[in-house]
């Protein structure tokens, strides 16, 4: 079936270190990908996403790459920050245009002052 | 220009009432989307409307579940009879034509 997974559900790091959230996704005909931060309380927040026909899209202090041969995706954070502290999503869009989102599990990234 | 509202922000009912959960989507949004997330857990598909017309409801249980989203107002997810399993937090999110999903700030519902 249909699944979004992450490598790790817990990151800690140093503030000002980088992070890196890794993300297995499992449907070839996914071909929309997204991150989303989640902070506690609150619905989650785009951050940045990326469509199948590019490997590596930029953007203020994250960068996501794209891995369609072993269907992985990561989101990397420059200078993290205390901010950044929350969770992490990554999400799929199965093939489906303009339709429903399939979330991995999450990421929970605590920063250290 | 406001964002997904949802309301309330928090339900309490007790097992066996009617749950009614709003969402008001972004202006010039006419796509919505409703998911469900539990504790620690990644938000979960339930159903995607259009102005009057369900679009996808795979993901929607078969019984005490619906969605509407009428030609005016908000769309709404209602619950019937609910039990304790209900209890989490419902996401309203919203998109222009193949835009970008906005989300809400959540419905977080307590059956007792």
């Known amino acids: 079936g249909e699944s979004v997974g992450l490598h790790l559900p817990t990151l800690s790091v140093q503030e000002g270190d980088n992070s890196i959230i890794n993300c297995a996704y499992s449907n070839s005909a996914s071909d929309y990908f997204i991150w989303y931060k989640q902070e506690s309380g609150k619905g989650p927040q785009f951050i940045i996403d990326i469509r199948s026909n590019m490997d590596k899209r930029q953007g203020q202090r994250v960068t996501v790459l794209l891995n369609k041969t072993v269907k992985h995706l990561s989101l990397q954070i420059a200078a993290t920050q205390p901010g950044d502290s929350a969770v992490y999503f990554c999400?799929?869009?199965?093939?489906?245009?303009?339709?429903?989102?399939?979330f991995g599990q999450g990421t929970e990234l605590s920063v250290k002052p | 220009n406001a964002g997904v509202m949802q309301n309330p922000r928090h339900l309490v009912r007790r097992r066996g009432q009617e749950a009614r959960l709003r969402c008001s989507p972004m202006?010039?949004?006419?796509?919505v989307y409703w998911y469900r997330q539990l504790p620690e857990e990644g938000l979960k598909f339930m159903v995607y409307?259009?102005?009057?017309?369900?679009?996808?409801e795979s993901g929607m249980p078969k019984e005490r579940f619906s969605a509407e989203f009428p030609k005016e107002g908000p769309s709404i997810l209602r619950i019937q009879q609910v039990v304790r399993g209900d209890s989490a937090a419902y996401f309203c999110a919203s998109s222009s034509a193949r835009g970008e999903q906005f989300f809400g700030p959540g419905t977080r519902l307590t059956v007792l």
């Open positions: 999400a799929e869009n199965g093939g489906n245009q303009g339709g429903k989102l399939i």
């Open positions: 409307l259009q102005k009057e017309n369900i679009i996808d």
């Open positions: 202006k010039g949004h006419s796509h």
